[in-house]
């Protein structure tokens, strides 16, 4: 039995932790998956995560130092002391592979096989890149980080995008395994606007988000009352959005909603104004529910949607945004457009495709 450890941030909402999690849910023999915790997460979802995580099967093992947001100095903090706890858990499993996701993940399994490098012998260390763009403000760390994956041939990019932009910043092009997304079955959702388009923003509020983008254009549509935008998140910029959005008539805010995935087909658009993404699970899984995204072409989220995908736009362009707003028209008369994204998510984001891919390279 091949034992593989998928190293995550915390026990909580997130698209890196869905690929971990997707993959340890494969069958396929010879393999034992484990899903192991660095940051000990506390929210609404953790229960509903790990609930998710028994029903599968998949062993779990939580972190002990706790998930305090403090400009990420908890987060490092748990990178550092991870080699101490984590030494135990591997004697006692001894993985064939380590699989590691996200940038603190990566900076704890870099840091536990440089104070115990004799332990790299007969384990290999696999390491997903989420994201077009790397260790923002620990450039030098980082880099150092990289020359350790680098050495041991260990990354897979999750898309074109983000290979291209990793060979461009460190030299090597990795291999890309796609991130599988399984179709979720739909049920209604009891707040959307009835007679209304209803548009949907679901996502970290923070800048990579394009939130400034967001709000300048829900302001540019306030006398619209054809459309109504359902903003759901939480983050650094939640009070912003609530100062510039909370009292205008054609936007609802809410708190971040685990599963939103299954209300997805109850909505007429998906709004995804991000500047940069590493493959936007989201995306996918709006296209799945038959879903139209109105998207920024921007690395990440443009390899989810057809090359002439027409509610793009061009480097966030206000503009070329209120142009597209003012003239949509009820999902249900877009149905071509609607089929058109389906069948493409399905045909390259299968999530057996992915499982098969990873366990070729655990093999390897």
């Known amino acids: 039995m091949k034992k593989v450890f998928h190293i995550i941030s915390h026990f909580d909402v997130g698209g890196a932790e869905r690929v971990a999690v997707n993959i340890a849910k494969s069958r396929s023999e010879g393999f034992e998956y484990h899903v192991v915790e660095l940051i000990r997460a506390r929210s609404q979802f953790t229960r509903v995560f790990i609930d998710e995580l028994e029903a599968a099967g998949i062993r779990y093992h939580r972190a002990f130092v706790p998930d305090v947001r ?16 984590f030494l135990p858990l591997f004697l006692k499993h001894r993985p064939a592979v380590v699989h590691t996701h996200t940038e603190m993940p990566d900076l704890a399994v870099w840091w536990f096989f440089r104070l115990f490098p004799k332990l790299l012998e007969g384990c290999k260390v696999v390491r997903t890149i989420h994201n077009t763009q790397l260790w923002t403000g620990l450039k030098n760390t980082g880099r150092r980080v990289e020359r350790f994956f680098i050495r041991h041939n260990s990354n897979v990019a999750i898309s074109v995008s983000v290979r291209d932009n990793y060979e461009k910043e460190y030299g090597q092009r990795p291999p890309i395994i796609y991130n599988g997304v399984a179709e979720t079955a739909q049920k209604p959702c009891e707040w959307v606007k009835q007679g209304k388009i209803n548009i949907l923003f679901a996502g970290r509020l923070e800048p990579q988000k394009g939130v400034s983008t967001l709000v300048e254009v829900v302001k540019r549509m306030k006398a619209d009352d054809r ?123 299968g999530i057996r495709r992915m499982q098969q891919a990873y366990e070729a390279v655990y093999l390897y």
């Open 227 to 349: 459309l109504h935008f359902h903003i759901v998140g939480g983050g650094g910029l939640k009070q912003y959005v609530e100062r510039e959005l909370g009292s205008q008539p054609n936007v609802t805010l809410r708190q971040p909603v685990y599963g939103i995935s299954a209300y997805l087909a109850s909505f007429d658009y998906l709004f995804m104004p991000s500047e940069f993404e590493g493959l936007s699970i989201m995306s996918i899984e709006a296209s799945l529910a038959g879903l139209p995204v109105i998207a920024n072409r921007c690395p990440g989220l443009s390899d989810t949607l057809p090359d002439d995908w027409p509610l793009c736009v061009h480097g966030n362009s206000i503009d070329q945004y209120v142009a597209i707003f003012s003239n949509l028209k009820k999902r249900a008369n877009n149905a071509d457009l609607s089929i058109k994204a389906t069948l493409f998510a399905r045909e390259k984001f």
């Open 70 to 85: 403090f400009h990420y100095v908890f987060e490092r903090l748990a990178a550092v002391v991870f080699p101490l706890w």
